[in-house]
């Protein structure tokens, strides 16, 4: 079992401690020394209302359809299939949204674990023990990132799926062979200068994309991990990753063709917008502008 931080650095404040007991925790899922945490003071209504608007702005609140995937293949390679999205009712039905105050107190939470882990192991091991959000009911394992530190090229899709579930590991099965071929047409493989990743770290459920509630939870655990790979460039798959890390509404048709910045720990890394694996398994068409995308991620290699 990969270490976790040590929970005695972990300290909570009274106003996240009330944030906990509003959601009925009473006591924080990091284990450690009682003495560490502040006995929880009931919070005001206004202290709750002054948070909410900044979180609201952070993470989106309208449902994420699932997408649907089929089969194809890039020219010269042998055809390959993806697993279907499930669209099946106990996986379709619509979920409450919610409120940015519930969102600000699991975000406190992993916001915690993960600032106090000072390597990737220690990171893996502050997810591995996180039950901040529902997808741990589900998921068979954590999914935190496969490659090399200090990449030219860091990877970042919606969540992890079956393959990756079962085997730990990101980017697996169909879609990951896809990119691993896509990588290659630029020079770049996964054993050599990439480091992959996702936005949430467990499975979704059914293989449904993962909700912002999800998002915003397990974003604290994505920052992390960016201070410590130190990526040259990030690449960015899909409408999910997309805007969920530029913070943003836009569609996915207007984020790529230009070349954006993400800050991170006060450093600005260059961020480029292209289409899920997974869709162009689905739309082969789009494979065409995928293809420019990888051209203008490559004018930024070193």
């Not at 992993?110 to 882990?117: H, N, Y």
Request: aromatic share 4%.
């Amino acid at each position: 079992m990969t270490p976790g931080p040590d929970p005695k650095t972990m300290q909570y404040t009274a106003l996240q401690l009330a944030w906990l007991h509003e959601l009925g925790i009473d006591k924080p899922w990091i284990p450690g020394d009682a003495r560490a945490v502040a006995p929880a003071t009931p919070a005001t209504p206004k202290s709750a209302e002054a948070l909410a608007p900044s979180v609201e702005q952070s993470v989106q609140t309208q449902p994420i359809a699932a997408r649907a995937d089929s089969e194809t293949s890039l020219p010269g390679s042998a055809p390959v299939r993806a697993a279907p999205r499930a669209t099946g009712a106990k996986h379709a039905q619509a979920v409450a949204p919610m409120s940015a105050v519930s969102i600000a107190a699991m975000t406190a939470l992993t916001s915690a674990a993960a600032g106090a882990a000072p390597d990737l192991q220690s990171l893996a091991g502050a997810a591995n023990a996180c039950q901040t959000c529902g997808l741990c009911r589900e998921r068979t394992q954590v999914v935190m990132g496969q490659g090399m530190t200090q990449p030219a090229i860091m990877v970042i899709g919606d969540g992890p799926g079956e393959q990756e579930d079962r085997q730990g590991l990101p980017f697996m099965a169909e879609s990951g062979l896809l990119l691993d071929q896509m990588l290659a047409t630029i020079d770049s493989a996964r054993t050599r200068d990439v480091y992959l990743a996702n936005v949430v770290k467990c499975r979704p459920p059914g293989n449904r994309l993962p909700r912002p509630d999800e998002i915003a939870a397990c974003r604290p655990y994505l920052l992390r991990q960016f201070e410590l790979v130190r990526p040259f460039s990030i690449l960015a798959l899909g409408r999910v990753a997309a805007q969920s890390l530029l913070n943003t509404e836009e569609p996915l048709q207007n984020l790529r063709g230009r070349v954006h910045q993400l800050e991170i720990a006060g450093q600005q890394i260059p961020l480029v917008v292209s289409y899920h694996t997974g869709h162009l398994l689905n739309h082969p068409a789009d494979k065409a502008a995928a293809w420019q995308d990888l051209q203008l991620l490559r004018t930024l290699r070193r």
